[in-house]
């Protein structure tokens, strides 16, 4: 018995093949899901991959969090499902206001892909239990957009909360406010972030790293215990 | 306002004496009049609007056909080719039932005007043709030239291009994996931006650009045609620059990487169902192109109704449909009964699809608008029999001159100190230094097969990840080579890639090249021109990997000043594990450094000559291929039997950047010896070809030198990884943080 995770695919997603894969390495079954489509097909679990769905026009994000798929994901996010966003679905969640937010463009006007170093703030996450508080790991980054900001007292809460899932170690690579990385809501089903984990699953490709093998085997365990 | 009678194939019949704008929309007298011969009357507007975007040099190669012959002629024997020259792209056999694809293309011109969107439709540009050969494209590379780095020009150039190849292929996630920035004031006016793609098919995959079977819909799918780009191929890519002229930005196409993404996305599932017949890209002369090429590859003629043609302007007149150049269109030919379904898909993917015509039994393309036939041409003479120009060509006056200013004579450093200095100074010129600003805007981990990136000495992608086969590619061209001798120069830039492909342990199969030089109309780089194929169509056929495919730029040129001839070759390598590849980086102190080949004193056109002396004259290094092929062996059978843990090709620069490069990348420093009968000078910065340096894990040590004494290769040991410096033992020792410094300060310093 395995859990079933889906990865929505929205028009300009472009991620969503590797995040699928990275879920079948962590041996849970990937199921693909598409952005016209409500139905879920009974998953366990969520994914909203990386990419620049709608071309990131309007905003990142933006377009998409109207998409049908959209309208049930928050539906049962906000009943518990588990959610993780990452990059452009980090956008996405925060433009659906699943978590609060927003991503403004880096603060050097370019594009970066870097090997990035991240501290996991929060183990108690649903995607982040194999990992240990204060543990520092490697995670690409790769975006135009990834500059956190909220205003003070939404900083001020998630700090006080533990909400801040994930900060920049030693470089800030966007201008995010207080080095946020990725952040989760109050229940810790649903988190966010830019750095992309589904790039380090394996030793052969990307940076040659798998820090970020157990997101996904820390919502297999948390699905499969439940 | 008075409105112009439609100018129909009657209409023509009957006024032979109107004047047509031939040589405003860039047509010689004599071409023209080819046409009215060709047509035994005067063409409709339209008719010319496709002729002379057809019969421009860019889309016609009519200087450089005649030369371009010997890459047919003097091909080797290979199994691995599928599809040669001539298809929008070639096709390689990689083994295991998969096939694939790659080519380079030039989209200089248009990168100068309007350096974002010139560079992003060229990504565009040359994605859309291994889209159209039925594959899914993996990986783009950007091999890249311009003006000198601290001009202020370049500021404005580079930037926008980088933005620009980043903005379209990040969005159309596709990993960067390789590719070159070189500056040289000769590209001050005409920078050369270079973009080249892979794909990946099975091989019952493969697509051809044909129309076929009577009845046959021809459907056009993707953007809408607006009036961006209308004559780019003509106007832009085929004169040279003059100042005097009014803004030609109008001629450069705007992108939409999104709809692209649409457009790959829903190709590949109408492949996967098999519901294409023929299919093309429309690119450089759009519809002109598309059609004609279509049909005269095909077996009958077309007809086509272009009121049919989604449009964005509703003013814009059929001429300007026919030339407009609006990114993001394909065209495809299908069954009627398939028609349906294939409109299905595009519409699942958001993507605009259109019947525009249909295959006839005859052998006329015929093109109506507003119920008048305004084109009725035999196809053929528009894609394929357009004018062939034999050019006047002559050795330069003053490349004896040139080649007499020899550099081996040019001051050396005469003291340890001053030998340090020039190593640092080298270390951080532009064209030597660490080009981490300007790749970190690129995705490289997009598709998640990623294994080597630049600054490797090829880029790696995995292509089965059960098996582990993979594919590499490395661009690589030097201006001043080639400048000083273009037939060696050619083959060098051969030899380089081809080196850097087996350096990562890939097996050298095919070639795509990207030849850039100044006016054809000038003799002196007409012969360059002619040189260089020369040399490289004879290398091609001594190594024996095939030209697949390419691209010519010409008219990069600014006045009299033509940039260096610049031939630009990629190399694609199959490798069966890529667990088995070999880095750059220093891995593991302790390991012993071997110098694989022959170091002569070869300074022309050296870095070393460019940096410390701004110096170009004498010879280029040189050119030994079946050292190369030795070499290259060497490499692969010592990467698949894990004999050598990191590996770096020497080329410009020399030894000592290679070393600096992989003691910054592993993070480890290097002990150097200068081998008896060298001179540190000469150890250091001698550019000699068909050497690379290797790290040798002791327990391996053994083994690797009898394989390289068995095989005839010459290996000298030179030193060690070892600690955080690079000491040159009795000259000098410099920290890595210094030479880091150096390395990668340079260009953030002059660019960001």
Redesign the interface.
């Known amino acids: 018995m395995t859990a079933r995770i889906g990865v929505v695919t929205f028009?300009?997603s472009?991620?969503d093949?590797?995040t699928q894969?990275?879920i079948k390495l962590a041996g849970a079954e990937p199921v693909a899901l598409w952005h016209k489509d409500k139905d879920l097909k009974q998953v366990d679990a969520v994914v909203l991959p990386?990419?620049?769905s709608?071309?990131?026009?309007l905003r990142a994000g933006a377009i998409s969090r109207f998409s049908p798929v959209m309208e049930t994901v928050i539906e049962q996010a906000k009943s518990g499902m588990p959610v993780l966003g990452i990059c452009n679905g980090f956008q996405i969640l925060t433009e659906a206001h699943l978590l609060p937010g927003a991503m403004l463009g880096n603060n050097?006007l370019?594009?970066?892909?870097?090997d990035q170093k991240l501290r996991v703030e929060n183990a108690d996450t649903a995607w982040t239990t194999d990992y240990e508080a204060g543990q520092e790991i490697h995670i690409?980054l790769?975006n135009?957009d990834g500059r956190y900001v909220a205003d003070e007292h939404t900083l001020d809460m998630l700090e006080a909360e533990g909400r801040v899932a994930f900060r920049y170690v030693d470089f800030n690579p966007n201008g995010s406010l207080r080095d946020i990385a990725g952040i989760t809501n109050e229940a810790g089903n649903v988190v966010g972030l830019m750095p992309?984990p589904?790039?380090a699953v394996?030793p052969?490709?990307?940076?040659g790293r798998t820090d970020g093998l157990p997101f996904f085997t820390s919502i297999l365990k948390k699905l499969v215990n439940a | 306002m008075s409105r112009t009678p439609l100018d129909t194939v009657e209409n023509a019949a009957a006024t032979p004496d109107v004047e047509l704008p031939w040589a405003e929309l860039g047509m010689k007298k004599d071409e023209y009049e080819r046409v009215v011969e060709i047509l035994g009357r005067r063409p409709t507007g339209a008719e010319l609007a496709m002729y002379s975007v057809m019969w421009s040099e860019h889309c016609s190669y009519k200087s450089s056909k005649v030369h371009l012959r010997q890459f047919g002629e003097k091909a080797p024997q290979s199994d691995a080719l599928l599809v040669g020259i001539g298809e929008n792209a070639g096709v390689v056999d990689v083994g295991q039932g998969y096939a694939v694809t790659f080519k380079v293309e030039s989209h200089n011109h248009p990168s100068y005007v309007e350096p974002y969107q010139g560079a992003a439709t060229g990504v565009g540009g040359i994605v859309r043709d291994i889209i159209a050969m039925g594959a899914r494209p993996v990986a783009v590379v950007d091999p890249l030239r311009f003006g000198a780095a601290d001009h202020p020009d370049t500021k404005r150039v580079l930037p926008g291009v980088v933005a620009g190849i980043g903005g379209y292929g990040n969005c159309l996630g596709l990993p960067n994996i390789g590719g070159e920035v070189v500056f040289d004031s000769c590209y001050q006016g005409n920078p050369l931006v270079n973009a080249g793609a892979i794909g990946v098919m099975r091989h019952e995959d493969i697509h051809l650009a044909k129309a076929s079977g009577t009845g046959n819909k021809v459907i056009l799918y993707g953007a809408r045609t607006g009036g961006d780009g209308i004559g780019g191929a003509s106007i832009l890519a085929s004169e040279t620059f003059d100042d005097a002229k009014p803004s030609k930005r109008p001629a450069v196409q705007v992108g939409d990487p999104f709809q692209e993404k649409l457009l790959i996305e829903c190709t590949l599932e109408a492949f996967k169902e098999k519901l294409v017949v023929g299919i093309q890209d429309l690119g450089a002369a759009g519809l002109s192109c598309a059609t004609s090429e279509l049909a005269s590859n095909g077996s009958g003629g077309m007809r086509v109704t272009l009121d049919d043609v989604p449009l964005r302007d509703s003013t814009l007149s059929p001429e300007e449909i026919l030339m407009s150049e609006s990114q993001e269109r394909m065209c495809a030919v299908v069954e009627p009964e398939k028609v349906d379904r294939f409109l299905e898909i595009c519409e699942k993917w958001d993507v605009i699809a259109t019947v525009i015509g249909e295959v006839t039994d005859g052998d006329r393309l015929e093109i109506y608008w507003h119920g008048g036939k305004i084109v009725d041409v035999d196809p053929r003479t528009v894609a394929h029999e357009g004018p062939v120009y034999e050019r006047p060509y002559a050795r330069p006056s003053w490349q004896d001159e040139l080649q007499a200013d020899d550099a081996n004579k040019l001051p050396r450093p005469e003291t340890s100190d001053q030998l340090k200095d020039q190593v640092l100074k080298l270390v951080a010129s532009p064209n030597q230094a660490s080009k981490k600003w300007i790749t970190s805007q690129y995705d490289h981990f997009v598709q998640g097969n990623t294994v080597l990136a630049q600054p490797e000495d090829s880029g790696m992608i995995r292509i089965d990840e059960e098996t582990g086969l993979g594919v590499a590619i490395a661009t690589d061209g030097n201006g001043r080579y080639a400048k000083l001798d273009p037939y060696a120069g050619a083959q060098l830039a051969l030899a380089e890639a081809y080196r850097n492909v087996a350096t990562t342990g890939a097996k050298p199969l095919a070639v795509s090249d990207c030849l850039n030089f100044g006016s054809p109309e000038d003799p002196a780089v007409m012969w360059q021109f002619a040189e260089a194929i020369r040399g490289l169509a004879d290398a091609c056929q001594q190594l024996g990997t095939p030209v697949t495919g390419g691209n010519v730029s010409l008219y990069n040129q600014t006045g009299e000043a033509a940039i260096h001839p610049t031939p630009v070759v990629a190399v694609l390598g199959v490798i069966d594990d890529v667990a088995r590849r070999t880095p750059v980086a220093f891995q593991e102190d302790g390991q012993l450094l071997y110098l694989l080949g022959d170091t002569h004193e070869e300074f022309g056109g050296s870095a070393w000559s460019q940096v410390v002396h701004d110096h170009l004259g004498g010879l280029p290094p040189q050119v030994d291929l079946e050292r190369e092929r030795l070499l290259a062996e060497i490499l692969i059978s010592a990467s698949r039997d894990g004999m050598i843990d990191s590996a770096h090709d020497l080329s410009d620069g020399g030894l000592i950047q290679a070393v600096v490069e992989s003691a910054l990348l592993g993070g480890k420093g290097a002990r150097l010896i200068v081998p008896d009968g060298l001179d540190a000078f000469t150890f250091l910065f001698s550019e000699s070809a068909g050497r690379a340096v290797v790290a040798v894990p002791r327990s391996e040590e053994l083994r690797f030198n009898d394989m390289c004494g068995a095989r005839g290769l010459p290996v000298t040991r030179i030193g060690v990884v070892d600690g955080d410096t690079v000491d040159v033992q009795g000259e000098f020792a410099l920290p890595l943080d210094e030479l880091r410094t150096a390395h990668e300060g340079t260009i953030p310093a002059l660019l960001a």
Not at chain 1, 110 to 114: L, S
Not at chain 1, 204 to 207: D, F, M, W
């Open positions: 028009p300009g472009l991620d093949r590797d894969r990275a990386g990419g620049f709608y071309g990131d026009y050097h370019h594009f970066i892909c870097r690409p790769k135009m992309h589904e790039h394996e052969l490709v990307g940076t």
